[in-house]
């Protein structure tokens, strides 16, 4: 019975309830669709537990200080500040793209955020240069995934809740897979522009670069001041997140300034997805709690021990699945249904909690850019006004490297694991 879990979900998905209810609804629902309903008495407690964890304390102060700079004109600053650095390469506003992806993800942490921001000022930029539209909204959507996986990433908090991981270690953690990622697209973008004679930015027309840092420099230093405060034992997550705040507020107010109404309309957003989010991590330990009644977990592992998958084996059609559940889930949903299934038999296979949080984390946001359902993909196609499947197409290319890189990722866990190792924060 176990088995008429998705199809509830898809009914209450059908229905066009918000992504909180439909997760909280669907987890009860599934108590009475398994005759498990005679264990709801103990959920609460199973709730709470799942959701008294301190490091989920960060999750809200970094949504919101990412609210607070999106809405403070720190975008402009960034992208001066890449021009200044890359533009004057061949195919340099792609560079520009890429790197201001890079600036933007140690900031926000949001794909589609990232993706909203530069297709209103890099694509309409890149198409008056003499780049195809279609290539401006393809490099824009590609290179925005980079921001769930550079720190601070809500979706590694998400994690790392979850499975009761360190969220000081993921952060570091994703460092270099992010930039490998970045470095990845700045070679495709390099290739494109040679074969088709992309423009380079005019000495003249690039602004100056030591002027450009300093315009930048709060802005480029939010993920310093995270980052670095975690890793020197300075502040843990959460105390991290609440000077981010304070930063955000006062880089915000050196940029464009912040009225009131932003303000509380930061905080609003701050609130509302904090709620959803919580609503989802108590679903989760619903979940949880019914895949153990059920024996999900192990009934899993019998049967990938039937089939002789073998850890790698395991590992590559979890990726498989993973990748599918980007293409048509919210990240946040795919998190909460999958996870605490599969990454428990992982983790027995021999799989490193944090190695394992950063390739299904990379994975689901390759998600964000394949259709049918890639919401980088719509926000891009939405704001520019290109057709959305000719942009899927587009895209192709670019997909295929991030695919390429999450596989070598997944056969090289030291990407993962080096800076957490090295740092004294993970064995």
Same mark, same amino acid.
Request: charged share 10%.
């Given at each position: 019975?176990?088995?008429?879990?998705?199809?509830?979900?898809?009914?209450?998905?059908?229905?066009?309830?918000?992504?909180?209810?439909?997760?909280?609804?669907?987890?009860?629902?599934?108590?009475?669709?398994?005759?498990?309903?005679?264990?709801?008495?103990?959920?609460?407690?199973?709730?709470?537990?799942?959701?008294?964890?301190?490091?989920?304390?960060?999750?809200?102060?970094?949504?919101?200080?990412?609210?607070?700079?999106?809405?403070?004109?720190?975008?402009?600053?960034?992208?001066?500040?890449?021009?200044?650095?890359?533009?004057?390469?061949?195919?340099?506003?792609?560079?520009?793209?890429?790197?201001?992806?890079?600036?933007?993800?140690?900031?926000?942490?949001?794909?589609?955020?990232?993706?909203?921001? =530069?297709?209103?000022?890099?694509?309409?930029?890149?198409?008056?240069?003499?780049?195809?539209?279609?290539?401006?909204?393809?490099?824009?959507?590609?290179?925005?995934?980079?921001?769930?996986?550079?720190?601070?990433?809500?979706?590694?908090?998400?994690?790392?809740?979850?499975?009761?991981?360190?969220?000081?270690?993921?952060?570091?953690?994703?460092?270099?897979?992010?930039?490998?990622?970045?470095?990845?697209?700045?070679?495709?973008?390099?290739?494109?522009?040679?074969?088709?004679?992309?423009?380079?930015?005019?000495?003249?027309?690039?602004?100056?670069?030591?002027?450009?840092?300093?315009?930048?420099?709060?802005?480029?230093?939010?993920?310093?001041?995270?980052?670095?405060?975690?890793?020197?034992?300075?502040?843990?997550?959460?105390?991290?997140?609440?000077?981010?705040?304070?930063?955000?507020?006062?880089?915000?107010?050196?940029?464009?300034?912040?009225?009131?109404?932003?303000?509380?309309?930061?905080?609003?957003?701050?609130?509302?997805?904090?709620?959803?989010?919580?609503?989802?991590?108590?679903?989760?330990?619903?979940?949880?709690?019914?895949?153990?009644?059920?024996?999900?977990?192990?009934?899993?592992?019998?049967?990938?021990?039937?089939?002789?998958?073998?850890?790698?084996?395991?590992?590559?059609?979890?990726?498989?699945?993973?990748?599918?559940?980007?293409?048509?889930?919210?990240?946040?949903?795919? =998190?909460?249904?999958?996870?605490?299934?599969?990454?428990?038999?992982?983790?027995?296979?021999?799989?490193?909690?944090?190695?394992?949080?950063?390739?299904?984390?990379?994975?689901?946001?390759?998600?964000?850019?394949?259709?049918?359902?890639?919401?980088?993909?719509?926000?891009?196609?939405?704001?520019?006004?290109?057709?959305?499947?000719?942009?899927?197409?587009?895209?192709?290319?670019?997909?295929?490297?991030?695919?390429?890189?999450?596989?070598?990722?997944?056969?090289?866990?030291?990407?993962?694991?080096?800076?957490?190792?090295?740092?004294?924060?993970?064995?």
């Amino acid at each position: 019975m176990i088995w008429l879990v998705p199809f509830a979900i898809a009914a209450l998905l059908a229905s066009g309830l918000a992504l909180a209810y439909v997760v909280g609804g669907a987890a009860v629902l599934s108590f009475f669709l398994t005759d498990n309903a005679r264990y709801l008495a103990i959920l609460p407690q199973k709730v709470f537990s799942q959701i008294s964890v301190f490091a989920l304390l960060s999750m809200p102060l970094f949504i919101l200080a990412g609210e607070l700079m999106n809405r403070g004109g720190v975008t402009k600053a960034l992208i001066d500040v890449s021009m200044a650095l890359v533009g004057r390469i061949r195919g340099g506003l792609g560079h520009v793209n890429i790197m201001t992806s890079v600036f933007f993800a140690g900031i926000s942490g949001s794909a589609i955020a990232d993706a909203a921001s =530069l297709s209103n000022t890099l694509v309409p930029a890149m198409e008056e240069r003499g780049y195809n539209k279609l290539y401006a909204g393809a490099i824009t959507a590609a290179s925005s995934i980079i921001g769930p996986i550079v720190p601070p990433s809500i979706i590694l908090i998400f994690y790392g809740a979850i499975m009761q991981t360190s969220v000081a270690a993921l952060f570091v953690a994703g460092i270099l897979p992010g930039l490998f990622l970045a470095t990845a697209l700045f070679i495709v973008n390099s290739f494109f522009a040679w074969r088709d004679d992309h423009p380079r930015i005019e000495k003249g027309e690039a602004p100056p670069l030591l002027p450009a840092i300093a315009r930048a420099l709060p802005a480029i230093s939010l993920p310093v001041i995270i980052v670095g405060g975690i890793v020197f034992g300075w502040m843990t997550p959460t105390e991290a997140a609440a000077v981010a705040v304070m930063a955000a507020g006062l880089a915000a107010f050196f940029y464009d300034g912040l009225s009131l109404r932003e303000v509380h309309e930061s905080v609003s957003r701050t609130a509302m997805l904090t709620g959803s989010i919580f609503v989802i991590l108590s679903a989760i330990a619903a979940f949880g709690h019914l895949a153990s009644l059920e024996r999900v977990p192990q009934a899993i592992a019998a049967l990938i021990s039937d089939i002789g998958l073998g850890p790698v084996g395991f590992m590559l059609a979890m990726n498989l699945l993973f990748i599918v559940a980007g293409m048509f889930l919210d990240i946040a949903l795919a =998190l909460a249904l999958i996870v605490p299934l599969l990454a428990p038999v992982a983790l027995a296979n021999g799989a490193d909690p944090i190695h394992l949080g950063i390739v299904i984390c990379f994975n689901l946001t390759v998600g964000l850019v394949t259709p049918p359902l890639g919401g980088c993909l719509l926000v891009v196609s939405t704001v520019t006004g290109l057709n959305y499947w000719a942009l899927a197409r587009a895209i192709i290319p670019f997909v295929v490297v991030e695919i390429i890189v999450l596989g070598i990722i997944i056969f090289v866990p030291e990407i993962s694991l080096l800076l957490p190792r090295a740092m004294g924060l993970w064995n």
